[in-house]
């Protein structure tokens, strides 16, 4: 008979050592909360939605999770056991088990978490527990075991003796119980001294009552890195970042040097690419296959083709197709579409336009609110005046195969047609008709081009 599985996830402590305005399990790991992350890990173990209890910062936690998970509040906030019991109302009689998280644990993967299910499910006993060992308690509490190896208790760091600091084994604080025992046993759980009720008493109570409680040891210490600090908040990215890095590389992406290179969970990339170090690839980042990124490259929100080459330079929110290199110290803002074949060189900016196949902008040239066509050759220094004295962008057009000189100031809105072109230094701010060569300031025509001439 199938069993089912719904996690209680603990969300609503005050952090007071991030020494923040944000909530604690709001900090950012990769792109995404800390909260997303074990989120996401209990959805996939379980295969349900999880329950989360928030209390400091609860509406910034729901905003941020929206749809992600069931939400109750914790108020007043009187410890880890108090916190599993605001759940009860709405999870009573709808799980065989229940897998109790904390939202400050982002490393722990949906396989442990697993595995703890899998563990109970076969258990007698009402508990199973994640453990871990380890020389540094970083404040977890040691696992005491009787002389047969049973666990017994669970004394946290400010209660052991001497010989109890021998212990490695330490208590993650990860749980999955029988959800009737869990439901009951909360009711019996003694107010410590410091007016809360802790979770962990659950194994005492359970050790009273003859049960057993099983031990599951993790196989990674690092899954249990717990956040409370900003030091631990960089050791948690470090090691989710490795851990991402490494599951790219075993999918045939190149990393040159896998320490300096910053990948962020929604980012997807395609095999053969090679990432250069100092590169950044942020939200929804889209590679293709068989490209060149880096080295000092930015990628945010970006759709990249195949075989693209993207040399230290900055793209937000832009579309290239197959075959684009650009860069050094070029600069793509959102809503930039690059044609597949496109060169953008060194010191080149654009912000809103298409590029049309095959078109080059070598080098010092800004291009704002415009469409290019197909062919077009765009001189050094040249620049689309989009913004009016009325405060609107105005918009550019240049036709298939037009040739723009050096230092061309292209005053929108304009059109330059087919077969164009415009002379070193001519400030257009006039349509230019097709095969004419304009000059001047202001740019006025000289002759009509054949199609196969050139300036």
């Not at 329950?51 to 939400?71: C, K, P, S, T, Y």
């Not at 290019?372 to 405060?391: E, F, K, Q, R």
């Amino acid at each position: 008979m199938k069993t089912t599985t719904i996690s209680v996830i603990l969300a609503a402590g005050q952090g007071t050592r991030m020494n923040s305005e944000l909530p604690k399990v709001l900090h950012s790991l990769l792109g995404r909360s800390m909260a997303w992350f074990t989120v996401q890990a209990s959805r996939q173990a379980t295969g349900a939605q999880p329950v989360m209890v928030i209390g400091h910062g609860a509406e910034a936690v729901r905003q941020n999770l929206d749809g992600e998970a069931q939400f109750v509040i914790q108020d007043p906030q009187l410890g880890t056991g108090h916190a599993v019991q605001q759940a009860k109302p709405i999870l009573q009689g709808r799980s065989d088990f229940i897998l109790v998280t904390y939202a400050d644990m982002p490393l722990l993967t949906s396989a442990t978490l697993s595995r703890l299910i899998q563990a109970q499910g076969s258990h007698s006993g009402p508990m199973t527990m994640l453990t871990v060992i380890a020389d540094d308690p970083r404040g977890f509490g040691r696992v005491v075991r009787g002389s047969d190896g049973k666990v017994q208790a669970i004394v946290e760091e400010a209660g052991v003796t001497p010989e109890q600091l021998t212990i490695r084994e330490l208590n993650a604080g990860v749980y999955c119980f029988t959800a009737d025992w869990l439901w009951q046993a909360l009711e019996r759980i003694p107010l410590s001294p410091k007016g809360e009720y802790y979770l962990t008493d659950l194994v005492g109570i359970a050790v009273v009552e003859g049960l057993s409680v099983q031990a599951l040891t993790v196989e990674d210490p690092a899954e249990v890195i717990g956040i409370n600090t900003r030091v631990h908040l960089a050791e948690a990215e470090a090691a989710l970042r490795s851990r991402l890095n490494k599951a790219w590389m075993l999918a045939g992406v190149t990393m040159i040097d896998p320490v300096a290179t910053y990948i962020e969970t929604d980012v997807t990339i395609g095999r053969d690419t090679v990432i250069w170090p100092n590169t950044y690839l942020h939200g929804k980042t889209e590679v293709g296959e068989a490209c060149v990124l880096g080295p000092n490259t930015i990628l945010r929100d970006t759709r990249i083709g195949n075989r693209c080459k993207v040399l230290a330079s900055v793209l937000e929110g832009a579309l290239l197709e197959d075959d684009v290199d650009m860069g050094p110290f070029g600069h793509l803002r959102k809503g930039t579409h690059l044609a597949r074949g496109v060169h953008l060189g060194n010191f080149g900016e654009v912000k809103n336009s298409y590029l049309g196949p095959g078109t080059k902008m070598g080098h010092f040239s800004y291009i704002g609110d415009a469409t290019i066509g197909p062919d077009v050759n765009i001189g050094c220094g040249t620049v689309t005046c989009n913004y009016g004295m009325d405060g609107k962008k105005n918009l550019t057009e240049i036709g298939e195969g037009a040739f723009i000189g050096s230092d061309t100031m292209l005053v929108a809105p304009v059109k330059v047609g087919e077969g164009a072109a415009t002379g070193s230094g001519a400030v257009v701010t006039k349509d230019v008709p097709p095969y004419t060569l304009v000059v001047g300031v202001p740019a006025r025509p000289l002759r009509m081009l054949e199609k196969r001439d050139s300036c």
